[in-house]
């Protein structure tokens, strides 16, 4: 599939900006070399079973085409891309013991540059203090928790900075984290004239803290906070607080599963007349379609989710290209995350080549860290974007999307708004 993406890459050489320190009117290097070849090695790890398979195999594709579009920057470098599994047919999806086996398999390999991953921010969690010990710089092009890089609400104690036993920030981060999608969230409630609304989450840390962080937006919105419910696997408790109170909308928070068909579907089942909102975690075909095991259609139309990712037109050319030939248009989504993962392999085969300007070998892991983190980017894929200095993007790309026919559908860009001033303040 990256052979595909060729035409791309040609259109990108000719509208690269400054990205790692690059100069946008250098010459290409020859991609003949009488050198010996240095191998530096890039790792991503995806869940290759569970309701997230599909998508990982349009990231692995992205991350591919990246490489082999953008090898003419390193023609001294043999660039070794690695896809690990960190799945396990124990937990249908992604599994923490081989998380961790995926981490320090990369982080211990010498010729280690860079770390895509995780899709879970649950597994991002897990996966990233290990690589920090090591300096390796993780990408993450979907994980969205906002404990991974700040604190406050909707985080638990000791984040972000238990994620960082060096002291040095090593995470780059794709997609806007979760205060971005529950204020989102909370202005379509308020747009849908939801004056209450009952919030579950299935008691991970990405469901917890969303919870949190959409019960805190919503009342900021004017919008009654009816319950919020933390709920335990396989617990049927939460149907005699939904049939008792009744609330006219109803968010879940959490990731995709069978979990979240089953609430889902008893919630819709015991109130036919409330609004049904779910997070991007929801955003895959094994929820949408129920062939596929998801969620009944006459549930699924009344389904809205927000994803980070907007409309085609919100992307540059080369980005509406890519993401038409691996993930898609955006109104039959697979993969959302697809043009983030392609940008994660685009930005460390920019960076390795920046470390000869500045004098580093290739396989200096704090030079290549020090080349993504704080600076600003330019992406064929994503566009323009800088990367603070705390690992977040500036990007703030948004959606909103329905389920129709199995499939999940744009229904337009979401954008947020700025609150009204008090009188006060005037």
């Known amino acids: 599939m990256g052979r595909t993406l060729t035409l791309a890459a040609a259109l990108a050489a000719v509208l690269m900006l400054n990205s790692c320190g690059e100069s946008p009117s250098g010459k290409r290097s020859s991609p003949i070399s009488t ?15 569970g309701p997230q398979r599909g998508a990982a195999r349009a990231y692995e594709r992205a991350i591919r085409g990246a490489l082999y579009d953008y090898r ?3 023609p001294d470098l043999r660039i070794r891309y690695v896809a ?18 995926n981490a320090r398999r ?3 390999n010498p010729t280690t540059v860079g770390y895509i991953g995780e899709l879970d921010s649950g597994a991002t969690a897990v996966a990233l203090p290990l690589l920090n010990q090591f300096g390796v710089l993780m990408i993450t092009p979907a994980s969205t928790m ?3 890089t700040l604190g406050g ?6 984040e972000p900075f238990q994620y960082y036993p060096s002291g040095k920030r090593t995470l780059v981060r794709l997609v806007p984290q979760d205060s971005v999608q529950a204020a989102l969230l909370s202005q379509q409630l308020a747009d849908d004239q939801c004056r209450a609304v009952a919030i579950l989450n299935d008691g991970t840390s990405y469901g917890l803290g969303l919870a949190q962080l959409v019960a805190a937006k919503a009342r900021a919105q004017g919008t009654d906070v009816a319950f919020s419910q933390t709920l335990k696997p396989e617990s049927t408790g939460y149907r005699r607080l939904v049939r008792a109170r009744r609330e006219p909308c109803v968010v879940y928070a959490g990731e995709a599963g069978r979990s979240a068909t089953r609430v889902i579907t008893d919630v819709a089942r015991i109130d036919a007349s409330a609004k049904l909102y779910g997070s991007d975690a929801l955003a895959v075909p094994s929820f949408a379609n129920h062939a596929l095991g998801g969620i009944d259609p006459s549930i699924a139309k009344r389904m809205r989710l927000t994803v980070p990712l907007g409309s085609l037109d919100q992307y540059p050319a080369i980005g509406r290209t890519m993401m038409r030939r691996i993930a898609g248009s955006p109104s039959d989504l697979v993969a959302p995350a697809t043009p983030s993962a392609y940008a994660a392999a685009e930005l460390l085969a920019r960076c390795l080549a920046a470390t000869k300007r500045i004098g580093a070998r290739p396989r200096n892991r704090a030079a290549i860290v ?3 983190v704080g600076r600003t980017h330019h992406s064929a894929s994503l566009g323009t974007y800088s990367v603070v200095p705390r ?8 959606g909103l999307y329905v389920i129709r026919d199995g499939r999940i559908a744009l229904v337009r860009p979401l954008v947020i708004r700025a609150q009204p001033r008090s009188k006060a303040r005037r």
């Open 391 to 398: 690992g977040d993007t500036t990007g703030r790309r948004y």
């Open 153 to 158: 609400t909707g985080t638990g104690p000791g």
């Open 146 to 148: 906002r404990g991974l």
């Open 84 to 101: 690990l599994d960190d799945s396990s047919a124990q937990a249908h999806g992604w599994d923490a013991t081989v998380v961790v086996a």
């Open 72 to 74: 003419y920057l390193n």
């Open 35 to 49: 050198k010996p070849r240095v191998t530096v090695t890039i790792w991503s790890s995806f869940p290759h079973r």
């Open 106 to 108: 990369a982080a211990r």
């Open 370 to 372: 020090r080349l993504a």
